[in-house]
């Protein structure tokens, strides 16, 4: 359909036509460190094992190399659920239970984010996390 919308054709359905079902979120999982300023990171992945449950859309797999030639970009995790709090909470255990070895990544930083009560409200704008980029990284470095 966002091809037809932008070749300027006439959708084939109304706004009255689509039915909202639930919530979704996406996590972009970069090969970076937030502690360090989300410096991103090198290195060649030991060992990745994606959380099942959620949708994963990965470009590397085990024994890839992260250059820094390209964007540090590892995955895109997604979760749904029927309410914010609920879809949050899913995406956050994923990504606690993925495995990632061999080089620094966001997922606990991200978790952490997920957990936040201010984005868990609804209530985080674009300079939340760098207000609270401390408190966040705390967060994520405990256990």
Request: glycine share 10%; with cysteine.
């Amino acid at each position: 359909l966002q091809f037809d919308v932008a070749e300027g054709k006439k959708l084939p359905l109304t706004q009255e036509d689509i039915r909202l079902n639930g919530h979704a979120v996406e996590a972009r999982l970069y090969a970076e460190d937030p502690a360090k300023g989300f410096l991103p990171q090198t290195g060649r992945i030991v060992r990745f094992d994606p959380p099942a449950g959620v949708r994963v859309d990965k470009g590397v797999e085990t024994g890839d190399e992260v250059s820094a030639f390209y964007d540090p970009m590892i995955a895109k995790v997604i979760a749904h659920g029927a309410t914010r709090g609920e879809v949050c909470a899913k995406l956050a255990a994923a990504l606690d239970r993925m495995t990632l070895l061999g080089l620094t990544a966001n997922a606990p930083f991200l978790a952490a984010l997920l957990r936040d009560e201010t984005f868990l409200k609804g209530g985080a704008d674009i300079g939340h996390i760098e207000r609270n980029l401390d408190a966040i990284n705390a967060a994520a470095a405990t256990p």
